[in-house]
């Protein structure tokens, strides 16, 4: 919700500039880089549904201050609290994953949770964008934080109490024994091909979309003789984009776990993602620039669910797996 209505809504929210606005959407990002080691250790304290319901709490609290706060000071602590709130349920995504899945149908997983767990981006975006336009940012702001905490009982129905103690203490090597992972090459590779498909695909277009519209488009845009807001039309856009991301992704996933050639089908996707994003700033009608921005994003959240099934794959050959499951949520700041 956020990324669609702060950079068009941003002097209601109490922002004096667009420069403000970047900041307050990357700064939930910079504080998981102290904070994500932190995750590691709190879930090999605490039990595992504990950790997913603190971070249901402070992500819905947080959530309907966005429409009220307007000091600059405290939106920089919300978003910063926040960014704790997504690396519990991140990591806490990643080691339930693990727990769950094998070499068969890791893939499938990664698709189906990368594919449902966006759907709150969908009605986010697409209600945020919509509304905010209609009625302001207040109002949506506290409907979209309260349906945070309509997920408890889900929460206690479904998700286990506690992963299996192979998964998060057995065979944990020592502190300094665990740097010896970035060692490893494939690794190392892994990482920072997630930090580029997460930076470049998702978090800057992400975050810039509805003022990409602005700009090249201007504030109200012609659709077939229907005048809608920037912000409306990003969210649109973005919900249609997660609204078929479940059927997408998950269908990349399962052919990941028929191939061998996982590298190979992440290097095509790469390829069509960079070409698509050339087309992107070119100066071509409305009609046409839709639906490549579309294909484009679901190449995006395919890459994602591709680059998170490599890794779990490499990660499920090493003893250490909380301490790399830590370090590459780090990577997707």
Do not use: C
Request: proline share 3%; no cysteine.
């Amino acid at each position: 919700m956020l990324y669609i209505i702060l950079p068009t809504h941003y002097k209601e929210m109490g922002i004096t500039s667009l420069i403000g606005v970047g900041v307050l959407l990357s700064v939930n990002r910079f504080v998981r880089l102290p904070l994500n080691p932190l995750i590691g250790f709190i879930y090999k304290k605490i039990n595992f549904r504990t950790g997913i319901l603190i971070a249901i709490f402070f992500s819905g609290i947080t959530t309907i201050g966005y429409g009220f706060v307007k000091e600059f000071e405290i939106w920089v602590i919300m978003r910063s609290v926040w960014g704790f709130s997504w690396s519990l349920f991140k990591l806490g995504a990643y080691l339930l994953i693990f727990q769950l899945a094998n070499d068969t149908n890791r893939g499938s997983f990664m698709g189906t949770y990368n594919g449902l767990y966006r759907l709150g981006s969908l009605f986010g975006m697409f209600l945020g964008g919509l509304f905010a336009d209609l009625f302001g940012v207040a109002l949506i702001s506290t409907v979209i934080g309260l349906s945070a905490f309509f997920s408890l009982p889900i929460l206690y129905k479904y998700v286990p109490k506690s992963l299996d103690k192979e998964v998060t203490t057995k065979n944990s090597p020592a502190l300094l024994a665990n740097f010896k992972t970035f060692k490893d090459r494939n690794l190392i590779q892994i990482f920072v091909t997630a930090f580029l498909i997460i930076m470049l695909l998702d978090g800057m277009l992400t975050a810039s979309l509805s003022h990409i519209i602005q700009v090249k488009f201007t504030e109200r845009v012609d659709i077939l003789g229907l005048i809608v807001g920037a912000a409306t039309l990003a969210g649109v856009i973005q919900a249609i984009r997660w609204g078929a991301a479940p059927f997408v992704v998950s269908r990349v996933g399962t052919a990941l776990d028929n191939t061998e050639k996982k590298s190979r089908m992440l290097a095509v996707f790469l390829i069509i993602a960079f070409i698509l994003l050339m087309i992107i700033p070119l100066n071509i009608p409305i009609m046409v620039w839709l639906p490549i921005l579309l294909i484009h994003l679901l190449v995006s959240s395919s890459l994602t669910t591709i680059i998170d099934t490599v890794f779990s794959n490499a990660v499920s050959k090493v003893t250490n797996k909380v301490f790399t499951m830590t370090s590459f949520t780090l990577w997707l700041i």
